[in-house]
């Protein structure tokens, strides 16, 4: 008997920028008959019926009608990663074509980065590396400061599985842990980490030293935070984004630094990114780190593997583990 034929998968690229690592080549290859975009446009007619899914890595390739129309055997858009944002979900669900994403591989990382963003930005680590490595440094100054973390209030301002785990850490640092979420977690989920939750974000907005933003950019999170919210928060206060970087109306948030209604923000997102080099944000104290609250080894493979069990779950029509279900 002949190999089973495997289901074709189309992907932006292989290797590069923008293509899937090539270190996960051979474990997809176990399981789809990779097709590349390129390859796709040189050969639609032969392979458009071969194609089932499409595993989507960095927000490529994109998908929009005249892509669904081309495929007329599409199952299932497999995201890498758990913003989906960049997808037209009712769009794709309208060919009868099921999203997919990966929340479970992502919360680790991705609530290290939000921890390592409140230390930099408290402890001034930026600054600091350049001061120490300056040729023109003869002396530390001893009034040069940072600010605790240990201690502090810290607000989250979404409380899914990545806001869980951030609050998981920040019990560590017996850190006081406010959070405002569209539900109330358990008791019992409170209870572990010490959380109190806020049914108004400007409460929670008014008595944190940190606020670190953890939701998913949709129509009523866009610009969460502007110019009425950053005023309600402390003048020593961080603003910490991990989320999407049109939850936070940037011009007002120039605004509130330079002003110094608030101390400082941290931010792994912007909108867009990367930012024009010219943009107030850059020029100013901040630290800006290029969307890499995934970016690990680890959390890579995991993404890889997790897109890839939901995508057979599709195709097998077995339970899917984490469909994004448009609103």
């Known amino acids: ?12 690229d292989i290797g590069g920028a923008f293509g899937i690592p090539e270190s996960h080549v051979e474990f997809l290859k176990k399981h789809f008959d990779l097709i590349t975009m390129n390859e796709f446009h040189k050969k639609k007619e032969q ?7 499409i595993f989507v890595f960095e927000c490529r390739p994109v998908i929009d009608r005249e892509l669904l129309e081309s495929l007329p055997r599409l199952k299932v858009v497999g995201n890498s990663g758990v913003g ?26 991705t609530a290290d980065i939000g921890m390592a963003l409140m230390l930099a930005s408290a402890r001034r680590l930026v600054e600091g590396c350049s001061i120490a490595t300056s040729p023109d440094t003869t002396h530390f100054a001893v009034n040069w400061l940072g600010v605790e973390v240990t201690g502090a209030t810290l607000g989250i301002i979404g409380m899914g599985s990545i806001g869980y785990k951030v609050a998981k850490r920040a019990k560590a640092f017996n850190m006081n842990i406010l959070y405002h979420n569209r539900n109330r977690r358990k008791e019992e989920e409170e209870q572990a980490v010490g959380a109190i939750y806020c049914k108004d974000m400007q409460d929670l907005l008014q008595q944190s030293d940190f606020v670190m933003l953890v939701v998913n950019l949709a129509p009523e999170t866009h610009k969460l ?4 919210e950053l005023e309600l928060m402390k003048p020593t ?18 605004e509130a630094l330079q002003r110094s209604v608030i101390r400082a923000a941290a931010l792994d997102v912007t909108n867009p990114e990367p930012l024009p ?3 107030m944000l850059l020029q100013l104290k901040n630290i800006i780190t290029p969307h890499i609250g995934t970016a690990t080894v680890q959390a890579l493979q995991m993404m890889t ?3 890839a069990e939901n995508i057979l779950a599709v195709l097998n029509n077995l339970p899917v583990p984490s469909e994004v279900i448009p609103k």
């Open 1 to 12: 008997m002949g190999e089973k034929e495997l289901p074709g998968a189309l992907v932006f």
């Open 47 to 53: 392979l458009c019926e071969k194609i089932k899914s």
């Open 84 to 109: 989906v944002d960049h997808l037209d979900l009712k769009l794709i669900s309208s060919y009868g074509v099921k999203v997919t994403n990966t929340p479970n591989a992502v919360s680790d990382s």
């Open 225 to 228: 935070i502007g110019k009425r």
């Open 237 to 254: 206060a961080t603003l910490i984004n991990i989320s999407r970087g049109a939850v936070v109306d940037q011009d007002a948030l120039a």
């Open 277 to 279: 080099r010219d943009h």
């Open 305 to 307: 593997e997790e897109a």
